[in-house]
């Protein structure tokens, strides 16, 4: 079957930095993407990863090891507006996005 | 930006009742898509239209019916709503090779 796993929730604190794993389970595989979810909102695309290793935006980075099917998503100097969900998603053999539960983190002062 | 926009944004409706959810793109996105999330869960995929005059069921069994007659509009329709309808409806459009998806503020829907 397909399936994506992530935690649950996680606290950090303004200022820090914080890992959000990922790891996936999908027929086939072609990327792994990242969203951003504020509650009550939609979600909004964050990065997207083909090939391993890191790719950089910002303060935000995503990291893709295809052969351990695992991502995280590394945020940086964190801000009170990043409090949100974050989502985790497999783009598996027919270009479906098969995502994960999200993670929210709450981020205080 | 995206430029995709749902209606209404929050419906409180009773059970039997017809409803549309109706979705539209202004980037002329080929693929569009209809996900349910209930709070603190994952997007789930309920129908998917990759051009118009081309729908297909998501994984998610849905008693809901599709149309896709223009490229930039996507209505979700329920013949009889249930308490069990209840939930965020979230539609979302990409395009071509492209699969980045670039989503609706999203329907808030009440059966009671």
């Known amino acids: 079957g397909q399936n994506i796993d992530q935690p649950t929730e996680m606290t950090a604190t303004e200022g820090a930095i914080v890992q959000i794993n990922c790891t996936y389970q999908?027929?086939?595989?072609?990327?792994l993407f990242w969203y951003q979810q504020h509650a009550g909102e939609a979600p909004t695309f964050l990065s997207y990863?083909?090939l391993d290793g890191l790719e950089e935006k910002g303060r935000f980075s995503s990291f893709l090891s295809r052969s351990k099917g695992y991502s995280y998503l590394l945020l940086k100097e964190l801000q009170m507006k990043d409090s949100a969900s974050y989502l985790c998603a497999g783009l598996d053999s027919n270009y479906q996005l098969i995502w994960g539960a999200g993670t929210k983190l709450i981020i205080k002062p | 930006e995206a430029d995709i926009y749902q209606t209404p944004r929050y419906l409180v409706i009773g059970t039997g009742k017809k409803i549309t959810l109706e979705c539209s793109q202004t980037m002329g996105h080929d693929k569009m898509y209809w996900y349910q999330q209930d709070p603190g869960m994952e997007l789930h995929l309920i129908h998917y239209?990759?051009?118009?005059?081309?729908?297909e069921k998501g994984d998610l069994s849905s008693e809901s019916t599709v149309s896709r007659i223009r490229t930039e509009h996507f209505p979700l329709t329920l013949e009889s709503a249930r308490p069990s309808h209840t939930s965020q409806y979230l539609c979302a459009s990409s395009e071509g090779d492209r699969h980045e998806q670039f989503f609706g503020p999203g329907t808030r829907l009440t059966v009671l």
């Open positions: 999908t027929s086939g595989f072609n990327g």
């Open positions: 239209s990759y051009g118009v005059n081309s729908t």
């Open positions: 990863n083909v």
